[in-house]
C-alpha cells in the first residue's frame, strides 16, 4: 500500500540529546513536510522540502534540522537547541502542486525524560 | 505573516444538530482553502477544499464548506451530524501561484453525543 511511514510511534529525549525522527514515503511525491502538533496550536510547519537536495524553514525552524538526500526520506533531528520539544510531530508530502492535498503519516510523539 | 483562525476550540454537539465551524484568514492573495480532518486514532486526512470556481463545495460524509472572499472566510458546515463525526477538524489555507506551503488553523475538537 502507498503512504507514509513514521518512525518510531514513540520516542523519549534525554537533556542535551539530539533524536532523529523518520519518515519514508512511497507515493513519488516531490514535496515532504514536517509539522509539530500542539494541544491548542493546531499545526505549525517546522521544515519543508520541495525537491530532493533542497530544503526551506517553516515557521518554528529553531532547534530541529532536516535532510533530504532521496526522495522518499525526509527525516527530521530534534537538536539539544530544540528547549521544549515534547510535542505530537507529523510528517506529510504531495506531489507539489498548491491545488492538491497533503497526505499524512501517524505521527511520533516526543517526550523528554 | 499568514494566519489562519478557527474561532472554536472546542463544540459539543447532539445527535442530529447542524453544524457550523468557523475558519478566517489574514491573506489577501488567491488562495486555497482546505478542511482536514483527525478521527480519533487515525491519520488527518482531507475533508474538502477550494481552489476555484464554486465557492460553495462539497467534501465527504456530507460536509461543505462556503468561501466569502470578502469575509476572507471559509466555514465548515454539516445539516445533520452523527456521532461518527466526532474528530479534531483544521482549516487550512495554502497561498496559490507558489510552492505548497500550508497554514493550518488551532484546529476544532467536536464532540458528537449519542
Not at chain 1, 507529523?90 to 499524512?104: M, T
Not at chain 2, 453544524?19 to 482531507?46: A, I, K, R
Not at chain 2, 463525526?85 to 497554514?103: H, I, L, N, P, W
Amino acid at each position: 500500500d502507498g503512504g507514509i511511514t513514521q518512525s518510531p510511534k514513540y520516542l523519549f529525549r534525554k537533556e542535551g540529546q539530539n533524536v532523529t525522527l523518520s519518515c519514508e514515503q512511497n507515493l513519488n511525491h516531490d514535496a515532504m513536510y514536517w509539522y509539530r502538533q500542539d494541544p491548542g496550536q493546531g499545526l505549525r510547519l517546522i521544515y519543508y522540502s520541495q525537491i530532493v537536495n533542497d530544503f526551506q524553514k517553516g515557521d518554528i525552524a529553531e532547534g530541529y534540522s532536516v535532510s533530504r538526500e532521496k526522495k522518499e526520506s525526509f527525516p527530521l533531528t530534534v537538536t539539544s537547541a530544540q528547549k521544549n520539544p515534547t510535542a505530537f510531530y507529523l510528517c506529510a508530502s504531495s506531489i507539489g502542486d498548491p491545488n492538491e492535498k497533503l497526505f499524512f503519516g501517524s505521527g511520533t510523539q516526543l517526550s523528554v525524560l | 505573516a499568514q494566519s489562519v483562525s478557527q474561532h472554536n476550540h472546542h463544540v459539543i454537539l447532539s445527535e442530529a444538530a447542524s453544524l457550523e465551524l468557523g475558519c478566517n484568514y489574514s491573506y489577501g492573495g488567491t488562495v486555497n482553502l482546505f478542511w482536514y480532518v483527525q478521527y480519533p486514532g487515525q491519520h488527518l486526512q482531507l475533508l474538502l477544499k477550494y481552489f476555484s470556481g464554486d465557492p460553495l463545495v462539497k467534501g465527504i460524509k456530507g460536509f461543505e464548506a462556503e468561501f466569502i472572499k470578502s469575509k476572507f472566510s471559509f466555514n465548515l458546515r454539516k445539516p445533520s451530524v452523527q456521532w461518527s463525526d466526532t474528530a479534531e477538524y483544521f482549516c487550512a489555507v495554502d497561498r496559490s501561484g507558489g510552492y505548497q506551503k500550508v497554514t493550518f488553523g488551532t484546529g476544532t475538537k467536536l464532540q458528537v453525543i449519542p
